[in-house]
Each structure stands twice: as structure tokens, then as C-alpha cells.
């Protein structure tokens, strides 16, 4: 078995204490004989900043760019609010997502049937959902030039983004969805303003024509953003993939996410281009959440956003969508036994720790696979 090369970069905050969450069912899965890993693990962030005074090596990313896979934990905190702008911790994760080429951001909503009660929705509305955002993740009003504020001398400036998107850059994102509703439940629903943005007017056309010409069995569907926010939250369950750009991605990606209740749940994979000579992607996983200062140290971190962030890894870096399913299962089975880190807790509830849920967790794992 060819070990998989995977870099780890814990980085600040919780993100050491979710992360050894992640080694302990590494270790496991080592152990076992299930999968081999080649690890590395470097430093990101305030960490990095600490002992380099850079916020990312370039040997550590020469490591991630020679990795099957990065997982990366969280950066950032107030111990590093006064160092320079560009060393702040989040360059490093910017520095990761430029050089990588990382175009695609996915982030799947999964409501856990344990915890539909914690949705801010009514639990039949959520209860079971499944539902993937895919955000084009280096391109439109972003990174578009020209980005000024300008003095327009008479008391007044002007503030000017750019949204702008070439037919690549929305081929290929588009590509990744569709690809992903076809192990899915093959629906594609691309949202865009193409009433009002030329960008959407070309999107649509574009997504369109990738879908006529490449994935025809596929069911694509297109929806303004504005009423596919609102879609959102109404029934949620219509929906299977979305595909969307930059700025609407970023806010439809946070709705989404809160259907299911708390931060410490939801995972997130970064994926670059499929290089056609090996048919192999970079790609960096993160839980969507941050550094949580305010809980830093003290073993209250919800360790699953990081767990199911390996379990994305299994599945689009090293093709073990058996073994993503399993752990999808052990996460449930633990909820389902009433575990509950304190964001997940009701009032009176009995709160484990972070490192008791990684163990429930494993122990799950280690029961499927008995
Ligand atoms: N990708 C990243 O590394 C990333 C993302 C967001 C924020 N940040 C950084 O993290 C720091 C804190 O930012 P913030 O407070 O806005 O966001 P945050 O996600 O760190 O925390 C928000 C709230 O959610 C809680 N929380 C977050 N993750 C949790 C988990 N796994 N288990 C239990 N509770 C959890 C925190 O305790 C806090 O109350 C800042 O320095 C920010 O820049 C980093």
C-alpha cells in the first residue's frame, strides 16, 4: 500500500487540540493496517509568526505543495492582533489557498438526526439534510482589478470592486459540481443574479453549455441567489449540489452551515485543478470554524468539524469514500449515545470533552469495522 503523503499544520487556538483528535484515528487506521500515511507537520499562523516571524515557511510550503493533502486546523487570535498586515496569521491560510491554486470550495451541510433539535429551524426541516455548496474560491469581486477608493476631491470618494469572471474559471468550478452530483443525488442548482449582472448573464450561459456538452444525465437547475438565500431556509431538502461564485458563495456557504446547528460541525475541503498527467488535485482541508480564543486550552473544543474534515480528505484526496462513510456513521453513533461537547449541550446536559468525543468517536469506528 503507497502511503499517502498528508501535511498537518495545526496552527493557533483549538486548532492543536481538534487536530489531535484527527492523529488519534491516524494512528488508529495506521495500526490497523487500513490506510497508510506519511505525516509532516509544520507551523501556520500566530504560531509560525512566533518562531519565524512569518506566517507560513517556504519550506513548510514547499511540504504542502509536495502533500497529497494538507489538513489545517485554525489560525489566528489577540496575542497576534499587533504584527504587521502581512504576517497576520490568516496570510498563511491565504499564502496555502493562492499557491495551491485552491478554486474550489466545498462545504456540505449535513444535519445529523441527533441534533435537528439544535437548528435554529423547525426539525423537520432539517432533520436528514445533505446538501453541498460548491463556492468558486479565488476569482470574481474579491480579487477583481480595479479594487480603489478614490478622493473624489469634492467631500465624497468612490469605492470601486470589480466582479469579474473569464469562461475557465466558471467552466471548471462548474465541473467540480456536476462531478459531485453524479455520486450524489445528480441534481446541480446553479445560483447567479443574471437579471441584473453581466457576470451571471455569462455564468448561466456558460454552466448551461458545460452541463449540454459534458453531463447532459445530470439535473441542473438555475435560481437567483437572492431567492435561493431564501430557498435556503424554506425547504432546504430540494436541494442537492449548489454552484456559485465568490461573493454569493460566501454568504449562501454561512446560511447553510447554520441549519445545523453549531460551528464546531461543519467541515470544509479546498480543491486545485485535476492534473491530467497523474489525475491527482492539491487540496487542503479545514473545519470552517476559527481559533476560538475564548475557549482555547481548556478541552471544550467540538472536535467533529476537524474529524469530518479527514473524512472529506478520505474521500476526494485518497478515494476512500467507504471510509468517509464510516466516519460520517461514528460521528452519529456518538450523538446519538447523547455525546455533546458544550456547543452542542442543552441546558443540563452532561458535557464531554474534546478528547472524550475523539475517543466515542473512534470507539464507534472501531465497532464498524469489527
Ligand atoms: N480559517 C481560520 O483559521 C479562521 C476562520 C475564522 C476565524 N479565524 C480566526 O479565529 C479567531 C477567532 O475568531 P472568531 O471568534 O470570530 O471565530 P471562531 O470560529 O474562532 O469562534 C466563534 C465562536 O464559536 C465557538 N467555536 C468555534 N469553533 C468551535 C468548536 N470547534 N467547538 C466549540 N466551539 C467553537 C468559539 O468558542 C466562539 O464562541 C480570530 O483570530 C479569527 O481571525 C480563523
Redesign the pocket.
Known sequence: MTPHKLLLLP?D??GPE?MAEVKRLIGWLDAEGILRFEIEEGLVGGSSYDADKVSITDATMAKALAADAVLFG????PKWDPVPYDVRP?AG?LRLRKELQLFANLRPAICYPALAEASSLKPDVVEGLDIMIVRELTGGVYFGEPKTITDLGNGQKRAIDTQVYDTYEIERIARVAFELARKRRNKVTSMEKNNVMKSGVLWKEVVGAVHKREYPDVTLEHQLADSGGMQLVRWPKQFDVIVTDNLFGDMLSDIAAMLTGS??MLPSASLGETDARTGTRKALY??V???????AGQG???PI?MLASFGMALRYSFDRGDLADRLDQAIAGALAKGLR?A?LAAAGATVVSTAEMGEAILKEMQALTA
Do not use: F, M, W, Y
Not at 485554525?74 to 487570535?77: E, I, K, Q, R, Y
Open positions: 496552527g487556538g483549538i481538534v485554525a489560525v489566528g487570535g490568516e491560510l460551528l464546531g479545514e473545519p470554524h476559527g481559533s476560538a480564543p475564548d475557549i471544550k473544543a467540538n468539524a461537547t456547543d
